[in-house]
């Protein structure tokens, strides 16, 4: 009964590096969601797919790669990190079916960029 | 980009007030919701609103679409020391895409036992 899944769950780089977070869920859900969260901000979109080998730019995709080579798992690159990039990211998917805004988010990935 | 207003940012209440808060766009919205994030966790949606003047309850959480459509309001009654957390209203327009979900910036509860 896992739902989402978020790895690392904190992460630590220096300005420059590359890393991958890894979103996995296991409801067969179609469409899957990478979000930042900023203290004081709401949510907003990096990128989104609506199914397996599809992605999309939401509203802040710069600085950052995504790729849904299996349907369970949604990946956020980043190539060059920079100290704007500090944030909590999450994941988030959605059934087929289901309606707008029912979306299962995962705890979070805490990242710091020196 | 589209923004919503969310109001208070913050609030401070006694356990056992009843809570308000609320969500305006400059745009009219097809779907209002709300959801609530605990400390460390991922936001869990509370309540969504499809068509206008709809009013929906969920259990002590009562939600408004309101009816010019720009806006909708959350109450919470008889508050208890578990609603803490972050609120957040969401919004998408006539049109959007599947990405097109806009979140308000929150409002954060704090209750006092």
């Known amino acids: 009964n896992a739902g989402v899944t978020q790895t690392p769950k904190f992460r630590v780089l220096k300005t420059g590096q590359s890393m991958t977070l890894l979103c996995a869920q296991d409801?067969?859900?179609?469409?899957m969601y990478w979000y930042r969260q900023d203290p004081g901000m709401g949510l907003r979109l990096i990128h989104y797919?609506?199914?397996?080998?599809?992605?999309a730019k939401g509203e802040v995709p710069d600085g950052y790669n995504v790729s849904r080579l299996k349907k369970q798992n949604f990946l956020l690159g980043l190539e060059s990190a920079a100290p704007s990039q500090t944030s909590v990211y999450f994941c988030?998917?959605?059934?087929?079916?289901?309606?707008?805004?029912?979306?299962?988010f995962g705890e979070g990935s805490r990242l710091t960029v020196l | 980009g589209q923004q919503l207003n969310q109001s208070p940012q913050s609030m401070f209440i006694q356990e056992g007030e009843d809570v308000s808060m609320n969500c305006t766009s400059s745009?009219?919205?097809?779907?209002w919701l709300w959801y609530k994030q605990d400390p460390g966790e991922g936001p869990v949606l509370l309540i969504a609103l499809y068509k206008a003047g709809e009013l929906t309850s969920n259990g002590r959480l009562t939600a408004q679409f309101g009816i010019t459509r720009k806006d909708s309001f959350l109450n919470i009654s008889a508050s208890i020391p578990s609603d803490v957390g972050i609120y957040f209203c969401a919004g998408r327009n006539y049109g959007g895409s599947q990405g097109n979900l806009i979140f308000g910036k929150g409002t954060k509860l704090s209750v006092k036992p």
């Open positions: 797919s609506v199914g397996e080998g599809t992605t």
């Open positions: 745009s009219i919205f097809n779907t």
């Open positions: 988030a998917s959605k059934g087929e079916g289901a309606k707008t805004g029912e979306l299962f």
């Open positions: 409801m067969n859900h179609e469409y």
